[in-house]
C-alpha cells in the first residue's frame, strides 16, 4: 500500500489489485484433484484417474426430458428452492431411500452438491468457528473451512492397511464446540463405508454438543460393502442437514443438480443464501433430474454393478503393486492405496509418477494430513483405461528409473 497526496488529501493506493484479496482465499491453492490431470492434458496417451467423473453418459430418457423442457419453453427462471414436482420427488425418495422424513418444503434444489455445502458453510460458519471433519475428507470440505477462516477439527479414520476405522475416541475431544461436523458416507477418498455402529455413536455425541451434523451422501448408490448405509436424518432429523445430488448416481456431473433436506427452523435461512448465490439451479436440469428420479432406474444399477466389477479390477491390481497397501474400497468410486514406501511427499511423487507414466491420480495430503503418502485412483474410468495404468505403475515401480 502506498500514500499519495491530491491537494490536500492523503489517500491510500495499492500497488496491485491482489492486495486487497481476503488473506484466507490468498492462502488456499488450486485443488490438488486438478492439478496432475491439468499438467498431463497434452499428452495423447494420458490416462485420468483423478477426477471424480463416471464415464458413462447420462441416460437418454433424462436427456429427452431436458429436451422436451426446452422445446416446451421452461428457460425462465424458476422457483428460487427448485421446482416444485422436483422438490415433492425428492421428499418422497428421501422417505422412500432413507427414512427421512422431509417435506418439499424442507428441501432445496442447489447447483449440485457443492453449492448445498458452500450455502451450510455460508449460512452456519464464520471466522473462528470450529468444524468437525473425518479426515482424509473430501478436500471441498477443507478449502470451505479455509474460505470462511474458520478452523478444522480433523479426525483421522484409523488406517489399518486393509481397511479403515472411525476414531470414536479422538472425536469425543474433537467436538466439543464445533458447529458443524461433516460425514460422507460413503467416503471420498477412503471408500470406506461407516457401519450402524459408528453412525450412531457419531449423532449420539453431536446430539449431545449441539453440533449440525452435514451428511454428504452423495455416494449413497455406490455401496458395495453389504453394509446397511444409515442416514443420520433419520434417527436425528432435528440436528441433520443431508445432502446429495444426481451427479454420481444419475452420470450427471455436467447438468449440476444437486438436493439438501434440512429442519424447518433453518430452511429460510438457507434460502435466502442460496437465492443471493445463484437465484435458483438450472430450470432444464431440474426437469432432467425429475426424470431421473422418476424413469426407469435400471442405468443406475447397471452402472453400479459396472463399478464393482472395476472396484475388483482396480483393487486387486493396486494389490499386487509391491510395497503398496490397499484397502478394499467398500463404497464411492475410489481407492485410496498407501505409497509412502516411494517417498512421504506425496504431491511430488504424483508428479514423478504422472511424468513417467502418464497417469493421472491425485495425491493424498489433498484430503488433509491423514491422507499423505496416498494416491487417490478413481474406478470411475473404462476398465482398458484401469489396466493401462496398473501396468505402466507396475513397471515404473519395478525399474528404478522414472521412465516407463
Ligand atoms: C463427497 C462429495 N460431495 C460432493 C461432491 C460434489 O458433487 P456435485 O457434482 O453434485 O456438486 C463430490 C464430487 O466429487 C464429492 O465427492
Given at each position: 500500500m502506498k500514500r499519495v497526496k491530491h491537494s490536500c488529501t492523503y489517500y491510500n493506493v495499492m500497488e496491485s489489485l491482489e492486495e486487497w484479496v481476503l488473506p484466507q482465499i490468498k492462502h488456499m491453492t488450486f485443488t490438488g484433484i486438478w492439478r496432475v490431470t491439468l499438467m498431463l492434458s497434452n499428452y495423447k496417451d494420458s490416462v485420468y484417474?483423478?477426477?471424480?467423473?463416471?464415464?458413462?453418459?447420462t441416460p437418454p430418457n433424462v436427456i429427452k426430458a431436458?429436451?422436451?423442457?426446452?422445446?416446451?419453453?421452461?428457460?425462465?427462471?424458476?422457483d428460487p428452492s427448485g421446482l416444485k414436482e422436483l422438490r415433492e420427488e425428492i421428499s418422497k425418495k428421501l422417505k422412500r431411500d432413507n427414512s427421512i422424513e422431509a417435506s418439499p418444503d424442507q428441501v432445496i434444489v442447489p447447483v449440485g452438491a457443492e453449492e448445498a455445502l458452500?450455502?451450510?458453510?455460508q449460512a452456519f460458519?464464520?471466522?473462528?468457528?470450529k468444524v468437525t471433519v473425518f479426515t482424509p475428507a473430501y478436500s471441498l470440505y477443507l478449502d470451505l473451512i479455509q474460505m470462511r477462516g474458520a478452523r478444522l477439527s480433523a479426525v483421522n479414520l484409523i488406517d489399518e492397511g486393509d481397511r479403515f476405522r472411525v476414531?470414536?475416541?479422538?472425536?469425543?475431544?474433537?467436538?466439543?464446540?464445533?458447529?458443524l461436523i461433516i460425514l460422507n458416507n460413503p467416503s471420498n477418498p477412503t471408500g470406506y463405508v461407516m457401519n450402524d455402529e459408528e453412525i450412531r455413536a457419531i449423532v449420539d455425541l453431536?446430539?449431545?454438543?449441539?453440533?449440525?451434523?452435514?451428511?454428504?451422501?452423495?455416494?449413497?448408490?455406490m455401496n458395495y460393502s453389504g453394509k446397511r448405509l444409515l442416514s443420520p436424518a433419520s434417527i436425528a432429523p432435528e440436528n441433520t442437514i443431508t445432502i446429495n445430488g444426481f451427479s454420481k448416481a444419475y452420470a450427471m456431473t455436467g447438468w449440476r443438480i444437486g438436493y439438501l433436506a434440512a429442519p424447518k427452523e433453518v430452511m429460510?435461512?438457507?434460502?435466502?443464501?442460496?437465492?443471493?448465490?445463484?437465484?435458483?439451479?438450472?430450470?432444464?436440469s431440474q426437469y432432467a433430474a425429475l426424470e431421473a428420479l422418476r424413469g426407469p432406474q435400471d442405468s443406475v444399477k447397471k452402472m453400479v454393478s459396472e463399478y464393482a466389477r472395476r472396484m475388483e479390477l482396480l483393487y486387486g491390481g493396486l494389490k499386487r503393486l509391491p510395497n503398496v497397501r490397499v484397502a478394499k474400497p467398500e463404497g464411492a468410486i475410489y481407492?485410496?492405496?498407501d505409497f509412502s514406501f516411494y517417498g512421504k511427499d506425496d504431491d511430488e511423487f504424483s508428479v514423478r509418477l504422472a511424468r513417467a507414466t502418464h497417469v493421472a491420480t491425485v495425491p493424498g495430503s489433498t484430503f488433509g494430513e491423514a491422507g499423505r503418502g496416498h494416491l487417490r485412483f478413481t474406478f470411475a474410468a473404462s476398465p482398458e483405461s484401469i489396466r493401462t495404468a496398473l501396468s505402466r505403475i507396475e513397471e515404473f515401480l519395478s525399474s528404478k528409473s522414472d521412465a516407463y
Open positions: 484417474l483423478s477426477t471424480g467423473e463416471p464415464d458413462f453418459d431436458a429436451e422436451d423442457a426446452m422445446k416446451n419453453g421452461k428457460t425462465h427462471y424458476v458452500a450455502t451450510v458453510f460458519v464464520s471466522v473462528g468457528d476414531d470414536l475416541e479422538k472425536l469425543k475431544e474433537s467436538i466439543t464446540g464445533s458447529k453431536a446430539v449431545e454438543h449441539g453440533t449440525i451434523i452435514v451428511s454428504d451422501e452423495i455416494y449413497e448408490k429460510e435461512a438457507l434460502k435466502i443464501v442460496h437465492h443471493t448465490n445463484v437465484i435458483s439451479a438450472s430450470s432444464i481407492a485410496f492405496p
